[in-house]
C-alpha cells in the first residue's frame, strides 16, 4: 500500500557513552521519566503528527527493546497496512553484514521503504528526549520542494564547536555544513533529524554504498554530497526543549529537566502526549513516615523513607530511614534501611544495601559528577560509592 510518508528510526546503537546502563540493552530501550523509555519520545511524536508507518532500525543487544515495542499497540502503531516494523541486519543474496552507519543502515532496507513506495521518508534517532509535530517538517519540505530538510535549533556560539553546523541563507536554504567546525560560521545545529524526498535519497544512498572509501552515514557523507551536487536542501527551525541523551550526564540532566518548571519539558501535556508500554503494577504506597517532595512517584513504588527532587521508576522501593535526593532510582530499584542516594542513577533492579551511601552533592567540589549503579547490581551493607564514580554488577567500581 503506498503511503505518502513513512519514518525510519535509527535504533541500533550501542550507547557506549552510558556505561553499565547499556550493557545489556540497547541506547533507545534505557528507561526514562518513571514510567518511559527513551524511545517512546520519537514513537510518539510518529504517531500524533500522523505518521503510521515507521522502521525501527535495531543491532546492538536488540532483545529487550525488541520486546518492549513488540506489536506496537501502546502508540497505536500496531496496524495491518503499516505500522511498526522491527528491521535488524538480515542475509541476502550478496551476503550479511552489520549496519556499517546511518546510511548503510537505510540503504540495507531499500525493500523495505520501496514496499509502501512513499514520496517521503523522515529519519529520525532513537536516543533524543524532545516533542516535535513531524508533519509540519514535512510540510515545509513540500512547501519548498526540497530534496531534503534539517531540523535545526540555535545553539549558544561557546558551545556551537559541538554539534554539526549548518549555514543558511535568508530562506533557510542549506549553504554550507561543517561537522563540529573549531570555528563556527553559524549556531544553528544539526538535529540528525530529516525528511527526505525518497527519489532522491535512493539515488544518494546507492551512489554511497558504491563508493569504497565512505563512512556510510548521513552526516559525513550523505549530506556533504547532497550540498555538492546543489540539491535544494532546507532548514527547519526548532525552538522546543531537545536533549541528545547519549551520556550519563545528559539522561540525568534530561530527567531534573522533567522536574523543574520552565525546562520546557512537560510530559504531562494532553495535547501530545508520551505513550509508553505500562507494566502491571498496584498503586504507589507512601509510607506513614514518608516524606517526598517535588519528586515523580511511579505505580508499584513503596516510600517509607525520602524522597526529594528525585524520579522514582515503576516497582522501586525506599525503606525506612533511607533517602534519596536528586536522583533517578530505575525500575525495580531498591534502597535499603538507612542508605543515602544522592545525584545518583541505581539501574534497573538493582539493590543498594542498608546503610550504604552513594554519591554526593556537589557543592562546588572539584571533580565532582553523577553517581551510577548498573543494573542488578547488589550494593553491600554499608558501601561507600564517592561522587563521579561507576559500579557495575560484577563490584567492579571505576571512576567516571
Given at each position: 500500500?503506498?503511503?505518502?510518508?513513512?519514518?525510519?528510526?535509527?535504533?541500533?546503537?550501542?550507547?557506549?557513552?552510558?556505561?553499565?546502563?547499556?550493557?545489556?540493552m540497547?541506547?533507545?530501550?534505557?528507561?526514562?521519566?518513571?514510567?518511559?523509555?527513551i524511545?517512546?519520545?520519537?514513537?510518539?511524536?510518529c504517531?500524533?503528527?500522523?505518521?503510521?508507518?515507521?522502521?525501527?532500525l535495531?543491532?546492538?543487544?536488540?532483545l529487550?527493546?525488541n520486546?518492549y515495542?513488540g506489536?506496537?499497540?501502546?502508540?497505536?502503531?500496531?496496524r495491518?497496512d503499516?505500522?511498526?516494523?522491527?528491521?535488524?541486519?538480515?542475509?541476502?543474496?550478496?551476503?550479511?553484514?552489520?549496519?556499517?552507519?546511518?546510511a548503510?543502515?537505510?540503504?540495507?532496507?531499500?525493500?523495505?521503504?520501496?514496499?509502501?513506495?512513499?514520496?517521503?521518508?523522515?529519519?529520525?534517532?532513537?536516543?533524543?528526549?524532545?516533542?516535535?509535530?513531524?508533519?509540519?517538517?514535512?510540510?515545509?519540505?513540500k512547501?519548498a520542494?526540497?530534496?531534503c530538510?534539517?531540523?535545526?535549533?540555535?545553539?549558544?556560539?561557546?558551545?556551537?564547536?559541538?554539534f554539526?553546523?549548518?549555514?543558511v541563507?535568508?530562506?533557510?536554504?542549506?549553504?554550507?555544513?561543517?561537522?563540529?567546525?573549531?570555528e563556527?560560521?553559524?549556531?544553528?545545529?544539526?538535529?540528525g533529524?530529516?525528511?527526505?524526498?525518497?527519489?532522491?535519497?535512493?539515488?544518494?544512498?546507492?551512489a554511497?554504498?558504491?563508493?569504497?572509501?565512505?563512512?556510510?552515514?548521513?552526516?559525513?557523507?550523505?549530506?556533504?554530497?547532497?550540498?555538492?551536487?546543489?540539491?535544494k536542501?532546507?532548514?527547519?527551525?526548532?525552538a522546543?526543549?531537545?536533549?541528545?541523551?547519549?551520556?550519563?550526564?545528559?539522561?540525568w540532566?534530561?530527567?531534573?529537566?522533567?522536574?523543574?518548571?520552565?525546562?520546557?519539558?512537560?510530559?504531562?501535556?494532553?495535547?501530545?502526549?508520551?505513550?509508553?508500554?505500562?507494566?502491571?503494577?498496584?498503586?504507589?504506597f507512601?509510607?506513614?513516615d514518608s516524606?517526598?517532595?517535588?519528586?515523580?512517584?511511579?505505580?508499584?513504588?513503596?516510600?517509607e523513607?525520602s524522597?526529594?527532587?528525585?524520579?522514582?521508576?515503576?516497582?522501586?522501593?525506599?525503606?525506612?530511614?533511607?533517602?534519596?535526593?536528586?536522583?533517578?532510582l530505575?525500575?525495580?530499584?531498591?534502597?535499603?534501611?538507612?542508605?543515602?542516594?544522592?545525584?545518583a542513577?541505581?539501574?534497573?533492579?538493582?539493590?543498594?544495601?542498608?546503610?550504604?551511601?552513594?554519591?554526593?552533592?556537589?557543592?562546588?567540589?572539584?571533580?565532582?559528577?553523577?553517581?551510577?549503579?548498573?543494573?542488578?547490581?547488589e550494593?553491600?551493607?554499608?558501601?561507600?560509592l564517592?561522587?563521579?564514580?561507576?559500579?557495575?554488577?560484577?563490584m567492579?567500581?571505576v571512576?567516571?
Amino acid at each position: 500500500m503506498k503511503k505518502e510518508c513513512i519514518a525510519m528510526l535509527l535504533a541500533g546503537g550501542q550507547g557506549s557513552r552510558l556505561y553499565v546502563l547499556t550493557e545489556n540493552m540497547a541506547k533507545p530501550a534505557v528507561p526514562f521519566g518513571g514510567k518511559f523509555r527513551i524511545i517512546d519520545f520519537p514513537l510518539s511524536n510518529c504517531t500524533n503528527a500522523g505518521i503510521d508507518t515507521v522502521g525501527v532500525l535495531t543491532q546492538y543487544r536488540p532483545l529487550e527493546l525488541n520486546s518492549y515495542i513488540g506489536s506496537g499497540q501502546p502508540w497505536d502503531l500496531d496496524r495491518d497496512d503499516g505500522g511498526v516494523h522491527i528491521l535488524p541486519p538480515y542475509q541476502s543474496a550478496t551476503g550479511a553484514s552489520w549496519y556499517k552507519g546511518t546510511a548503510n543502515a537505510i540503504y540495507q532496507n531499500i525493500g523495505f521503504v520501496d514496499m509502501y513506495d512513499p514520496d517521503y521518508v523522515v529519519v529520525l534517532s532513537g536516543d533524543h528526549i524532545y516533542k516535535m509535530d513531524y508533519a509540519e517538517m514535512v510540510a515545509q519540505h513540500k512547501k519548498a520542494g526540497a530534496a531534503c530538510t534539517i531540523s535545526v535549533m540555535e545553539v549558544p556560539w561557546s558551545e556551537a564547536s559541538r554539534f554539526g553546523i549548518m549555514s543558511v541563507d535568508a530562506e533557510d536554504n542549506i549553504t554550507e555544513f561543517a561537522e563540529k567546525p573549531k570555528e563556527p560560521k553559524s549556531n544553528l545545529a544539526s538535529m540528525g533529524i530529516y525528511v527526505f524526498t525518497w527519489s532522491k535519497m535512493r539515488e544518494y544512498l546507492i551512489a554511497d554504498e558504491n563508493d569504497p572509501n565512505s563512512d556510510n552515514d548521513f552526516g559525513k557523507n550523505i549530506i556533504p554530497a547532497m550540498l555538492a551536487a546543489k540539491e535544494k536542501m532546507v532548514a527547519f527551525r526548532f525552538a522546543g526543549y531537545w536533549k541528545d541523551v547519549g551520556t550519563l550526564d545528559s539522561l540525568w540532566d534530561a530527567n531534573m529537566d522533567m522536574l523543574a518548571p520552565g525546562s520546557g519539558l512537560n510530559l504531562l501535556e494532553r495535547d501530545w502526549p508520551i505513550y509508553g508500554r505500562s507494566t502491571s503494577a498496584p498503586p504507589a504506597f507512601l509510607g506513614r513516615d514518608s516524606h517526598v517532595e517535588h519528586s515523580v512517584v511511579t505505580r508499584g513504588c513503596i516510600v517509607e523513607g525520602s524522597a526529594e527532587n528525585s524520579v522514582l521508576s515503576e516497582g522501586s522501593v525506599i525503606e525506612t530511614d533511607a533517602s534519596v535526593e536528586y536522583s533517578i532510582l530505575m525500575p525495580g530499584a531498591v534502597v535499603k534501611k538507612g542508605a543515602k542516594v544522592s545525584y545518583a542513577i541505581i539501574g534497573e533492579d538493582s539493590v543498594v544495601g542498608a546503610g550504604a551511601s552513594i554519591g554526593a552533592s556537589p557543592d562546588g567540589a572539584e571533580g565532582w559528577g553523577v553517581t551510577v549503579v548498573g543494573p542488578e547490581t547488589e550494593v553491600p551493607d554499608g558501601y561507600k560509592l564517592a561522587a563521579n564514580r561507576m559500579l557495575s554488577k560484577s563490584m567492579k567500581e571505576v571512576a567516571r
